[in-house]
């Protein structure tokens, strides 16, 4: 039955089965342990070992030995092939099996049934080790400009948003208690700074990645002058790896550091999302998340419950701590290539997904939330505007200390002063009347163009590689 | 088509497609989010899901009410129903889609289905929290019984090959250096007595796992007369947890429990297998790795690669680390519950599943282990005698530090002696001469007595419940 | 001299200073970098260190050896020696310096100098692997029976607190929203199982570090007949560890067991603590923290912040996640001592230190803590017993799903209730008028109960081997 | 008194002693408990702290108020008292004590104490909030610098290493087994690569850091025209952080940026000590470590083991462990400081202190490594050539997958090559005979150079803010 042949990851914890691996052969068992899975993984990734195997075959074909190992017209058949093979991945109609053991072998299998020996040309001078380090850095390199392109919208969103309300007072809190007069611009626009200084370290692993591991081989080279500067460029990265070695070891650090680059963005929206948690309960009020945005309750009918927001906190830790487990995957790992870095694939294609998810779901729940103005007011009471009175005092010439302690010694006895005026009153860079919103505006687009001008840069040169229009949706 | 119904854990991670989410409806959106991969990860669950159903139908037929809630008729009814889910279930044919969100949604919807206002009643009094509590225990409690079996059956196949092997020499190494004579037989019964101490974790993780939550229902109880010991005996709990507060914040600590023991015996094993791959090495030759247990290289014709053993080494780093993430979700939470208890569930399966299949593939590999003798004696040198030799001089008098100074001083110059002989000299317990096998066969045997009978039992409590005969195949 | 007083360990991160070690020869720089913290921390495990030295002298003077490698003259010499540093130790004037890079050597050194040939003699057959495993072992098992004690004594406030508030109303909360009525007894009592729970962990690490490693050596054994289960005895463990080796590869994982035990215990701390966070904000006010168990701000003259529950939540994090730390630096480890378990002793003593400082800081913060009734009551609102109502439909026959619905459509328009009432109704095995507090004061009492009776037996053990009354304070 | 100078950070580890904390006032112990370890941490601060009052004393009496909150001879007076400060710091003189708190209260008691009313006027529209987070920008900045420095001389000497010893073969190795021919030159200057590599990370550190949060207050700004960009620049930081809650939230996560770069070169460093230790064994012999980098055996007098490199392996998981540590304390955190931050002070100076230490014992220890190019040599059998064999088949106009077959066919019956003639010939980019030794050389300079400027560019700015010269040094 067909079902039964399609890869399934999780097929061994379904309860009540036998499983057919305790009856397979040794070597059926051990394929199934060993493949993992990567016959399922690796449909993200058959795009990107096409495309990285036509510039290995473009490579091979002008590669300068007698008689040639590949003719240009070979190569071009390879691509040909490619381009079908390509065509299926769109459709969801290449498969991978458990046999295959991951897409390299699938799309070689592949290569080979068209163009016999043709394809059993296209692996020469390289490795699998290689091939799934440039299909992985491909992988990376197209997830986060998304990933960037959608962490500008949402500081976009919530800049907005700030201006929208950016002189609605709001108290502004420490250790979760009322402390001192803000407002929800500076409140929202905090975020968005932070979301923007996230987007360095996405470049920082953006940059990391963009650099070419092919023809590493099995980590020490070939002993035929491959042209590793041509492969790189074909495929638009930025430079390739220098020491063949390195290009080998770098796999599962990249990751690790991908996915800390977008843990911290997970940390910031965690740290958001507990805000709104707190700030749209009915002890509080200041915000209302519509209703489209909350989920019911089995038993209560009375329930809207934050549960998008929820889960943001918690998809922060396991992608945050994903970082963790890849990097941890490489410690102490003799140098060269060893199988562990298999184990590595799959947190980084979940970490991708899962803040990519969270990117994409943020901006509508940011815009659509209601702004409660009066329950902002309610929040502030008399002590609130304490550190302001004794900064008022400081003004007539009195020491700050001693002003503290004159302030202190009065709480509970002093009226309540203007939230708005209080707020207003504090126009130094960055306060809440000192805010610079075009500036986070522009930091937001700047991110943006530059993740577009890279795709374009990118598909350009795929387009160019296999003589096809090749573009690229999140 | 067909293959679009299917759940696609990772869809989003696709490239080169336009997601159908990103032009659905708001609700569609946030359902997606919110549900995450529960309708595939739920399929595991649908058996647990309709026994626990069962025996709260049975309940809530004997509560004390008039009318009654639920009829005995009924509940005889409803679980005629969830005999026909089970089935359905063990052949793959139950379904959970995202607008059932999870299992639970959709048992009630096909037994409201097929029984009408009587489906409509089997809710009463029950919160999905406290019903994917019970589930997942059901879950643990019958994946850490069959870990159990398989952790007792390595460690008898680990004893097994030691007592072949007792009489072996075997340099002893500290430091990944010669250090003192040592045997095959206290080399590979180590592992064995390091499994069963890790039996005594998922001892403990069983038994907190043993508790029934049923009944508390959102966290605080309801005001109907549930009898709280009549389901959790039903179910083949040992107790009810007590405070129903309580029953609810347990979720994601008890998942953290169970993990962090699994992670426990993947440690073990992550030693196991980090010595095989050295030992197995051609440099030191001591083991051979029979070639179905190894895999190739696409470029390098000559290879033969430990892969199981690396994976185990890797897959010891997530099952491990997970127990952290899921445990860190918890960390700081509000009591009662909170949304991000879900991304505690894939981390459980997954862990479990990597886990028990690690431990299926080991004994083959072990059992199927060549030992050469004359490579395991190469790796004796004269040095690895120097403590021997101090401790003669020292039972002819002489202190042992002095001793160690002057077979210091002639290092390099002194002549190597008979491998078996000192070995032989090691009688006290515990030392390659003085290994109690025995007692380690039985301390396995007792566990995988344990974890049969525990499962009987609990088979049993379920047949009784359903009507029919219950069984679980690992 | 004065400079050998300070405070070592973090030196290097003085800023503005050239380090000595930067000018030290080769060997003093290799020593400072391989002793670590050593030197510091052992300090802590200097009369762990005499206590089993003591034992292995006595049974070095037992063996059956001819010429005897001590006599029993000889170890009556050596622990009166030994009773003297641990007196020192007692006073704080035991050493410990670089140069004898640990513990073990300072005590062996101390030994030689006052006995001479005798002193030489007490490392036969011992390694410094086995000993630091024992000391440490000793340590741990002091330690986990204090931190049981503190457990159960907070537990048992946290009990007394909800029999003293078991009919006060308390809004329940799921989503951090309200949720269902729930009392202070409930809440308060929740966490109480939650610690008792968290024993059970604690009592399987103190049973599996219960098992005494000396004797192992360098995890080979030796070739004199030591007597390990008379060494075990001595020391009071359960029963030694058996295969050698094994001894020695439990280093590590046991630390990780016992910090993960005692990190279940912070984690439930660290939601209790986000709990008291929240509700004696004041939004919510339902508890008042006196002012001496808050501390203010530096800017703000009105500050009371609850940094007391903030550190422990955040020392929740840092314990929990050095059980991982230590854990880690196990995994893919070769079998045998490799130096890299060293640095599992500091993540130890500090994750016993600060889970011990914490719940010793708690029982007289929630002793204090003020409850008041009224704002409680002013957290019910009319929509908390929309569940209630569609009981009550089900009670008149109405199907749960419809009673659900009815109610739900109703939301907004319905009058409130009284809470106390519908808190009463709740009378089932867990529930607010259903708690059984007796139970858990059993359950707590049992817990210190086990604690003081094992410290006495070891202490009787410790003094009978030592000829003078041993005793531990916490 | 003495007792002030005892290590005060694990007091409560120390067994058999009652401590003075259980007897204290409530305050004294919440005043321990909150305080933690930063009176002692705090002393690293010392200068950092002064040099941050010192620019706010300036800013302040350039404020344009009237009457002047500081006159310019008042904030003089203020800066000739901080100098006063520093210098006892540097001399180890200046103390704080457990009522102090930490760093910041100190040393403005210290004013107030020389100066009166001048003192009490200094903490005017600051907070300790933000004075912490200038604090530990300018220590973790001066680290980072140091940290690259060091980074870049490691890289330096590796690259040394293998200019030196480029054409000496060396078996590649891939699975821990032999694959293809290496060189210790491709082998050594492929962790020259990593290590430049990780700098990135560094650089992305320094940048996220390099920005002054002074001027945040508590979060929320002041009622006073201070001067953000002054303090910035006065502190010789790139920028202000613009939103002033922001400045706040940034806490934590720039510390888990700062130990996830250092992370990474542990991981990297890590791997290069796997190798050592490995290629160092008796079974391999590639490399020999002298004898003063090894550490012996308490009880096998033979013993010369790799401590230095074990350690490393081990530190790396800590330091590694460490960022997630402190991004996860920074998780769900409500915005807005909480105490819980306070808890990332000792891991961030922890993993500062332990990489940096790394870094200085390595390259020692590197450069007197000795290689034994005969024992290389002897790792060379006749299989390593399999895939050099089948890529001549390939030169001849076979098809690389029949080449492959054939080869393999013949595994076992096969000549030996030369290795030297093999790694000759692999000419191409980063291959072992197509190694650009200078262009490494290049980027370790530019690393070390972009950290010397940016020091002296330091160095400069604090030098004209005190008046005096002030320097720096590792």
Not at 183 to 193: D, P
Not at 218 to 224: P, S
Not at 244 to 250: P, S, Y
């Amino acid at each position: 039955m067909q079902a039964k042949n399609r890869p399934q990851g999780l097929k061994s914890i379904k309860p009540g089965q036998k499983s057919k691996t305790t009856v397979g052969t040794v070597d059926s068992r051990i394929l199934e342990y060993t493949a993992g899975a990567d016959p399922r993984l690796d449909l993200a990734l058959t795009v990107d070992d096409c495309v990285g195997t036509a510039a290995h075959a473009v490579m091979l074909s002008r590669m300068p030995v007698t008689p040639p190992v590949l003719t240009r017209a070979e190569a071009g058949k390879i691509i040909r092939e490619l381009r079908k093979i390509i065509a299926e991945a769109n459709r969801h109609a290449f498969k991978i099996s458990t046999r295959d053991q991951d897409v390299h072998l699938a799309v070689e299998r592949r290569l080979t049934a068209a163009l016999g020996d043709i394809g059993r040309k296209v692996h020469t001078a390289r490795s699998r080790n290689d091939q799934v380090a440039v299909d992985l850095r491909l992988y990376a390199r197209r997830q986060l400009l998304f990933a960037m392109e959608e962490t500008a919208k949402l500081s976009e969103v919530l800049v907005k948003f700030a201006k929208k309300n950016r002189s609605t007072p709001m108290p502004g809190r420490t250790h979760m208690r009322p402390a001192m007069p803000g407002s929800v611009g500076l409140w929202a626009s905090s975020y968005t700074e932070g979301l923007l200084d996230d987007c360095a370290l996405l470049d920082a692993a953006y940059n990391l990645n963009n650099a070419c591991p092919l023809g590493a081989a099995a980590g020490y080279g070939v002993t035929l002058p491959i042209d590793r500067k041509l492969t790189s460029r074909l495929l638009g990265f930025k430079r390739p790896i220098h020491n063949v070695l390195h290009a080998i070891n770098a796999r599962g650090k990249t990751e690790s550091v991908v996915l800390f680059a977008l843990g911290q963005v997970m940390l910031t929206l965690s740290r958001l999302a507990a805000d709104l948690i707190v700030f749209s309960a009915p002890e509080f009020g200041y915000f209302t998340i519509p209703a489209e945005y909350c989920t019911g309750s089995s038993i209560m009918p009375q329930k809207q419950n934050p549960d998008v927001l929820e889960l943001v906190r918690a998809k922060a830790a396991r992608v945050f701590s994903s970082a963790m487990m890849v990097g941890e995957i490489t410690r102490g790992l003799p140098g060269g290539y060893n199988r562990d870095l298999q184990e590595t694939k799959a947190p980084l294609m979940e970490g991708i997904s899962e803040t990519r998810a969270t990117l994409r779901i943020l901006p509508a729940l940011i815009t659509a939330l209601k702004v409660n103005r009066s329950a902002l007011l309610n929040g502030f009471d008399a002590e609130i505007f304490a550190a302001d009175n004794a900064l008022d005092l400081v003004r007539s010439g009195v020491p700050f200390r001693t002003a503290y302690d004159k302030v202190k010694a009065k709480i509970g006895t002093t009226a309540s002063c203007d939230p708005a005026a209080s707020v207003g009153r504090k126009t130094h860079l960055g306060a809440p009347a000192g805010l610079d919103f075009g500036m986070l505006e522009n930091r937001a687009k700047s991110v943006a163009t530059f993740a577009g001008q890279e795709r374009k840069r990118y598909c350009h040169a795929v387009s160019n590689l296999l003589g096809t229009t090749y573009s690229e949706k999140g």
